[in-house]
């Protein structure tokens, strides 16, 4: 079994920061891909970022200059660091992450059980 538990939502005001986490913890060989979706009500799940390995990450345009992914390979983990936050970021967010449990074994995509984000005044 694998899990992914996150944290770090919650409310702020636009303009505001917020960073999310996300550790992975159980049966676990490699994890080759790690990122970030949010889904705001009434709309189809997006992504919002991915780091294959920390070094590098693709973004939706919507966030590009405001949002960072990364990555902490010892800790299984990765953060979504949030800044100029907008009344539209407003979604819960849920991390991903392409795991294969033992060697070998065809990876799997995982989910977090996501984490509310409100940007409000």
């Keep these: 079994q694998v899990q992914l538990v996150e944290s770090g939502g919650g409310l702020v005001q636009p303009g505001g920061s917020l960073r999310l ?33 920390g070094d590098t990450a693709n973004y939706v345009d919507s966030v590009k200059g405001r949002f960072t992914i990364s990555r902490d390979n010892a800790k299984n983990t990765v953060y979504l660091q949030m800044n100029s936050l907008k009344p ?3 979604a819960v967010y849920y991390c ?26």
Excluded: F, H
């Excluded at 490699?30 to 997006?46: F, L, V």
């Excluded at 294969?100 to 977090?112: D, F, H, L, S, T």
């Design 96 to 121: 991903n992450a392409y795991i294969a449990r033992v060697q070998y074994e065809v990876p799997n995509y995982c989910w977090g059980q996501g984490t509310q984000v409100t940007v409000s005044s």
């Design 88 to 90: 539209e970021d407003t």
């Design 21 to 53: 986490s996300c550790a992975a913890s159980g049966s676990i060989s490699s994890i080759y891909a790690m990122g970030w979706y949010r889904q705001a009500p009434g709309k189809q799940r997006e992504l919002v970022a991915v780091t294959a390995n």
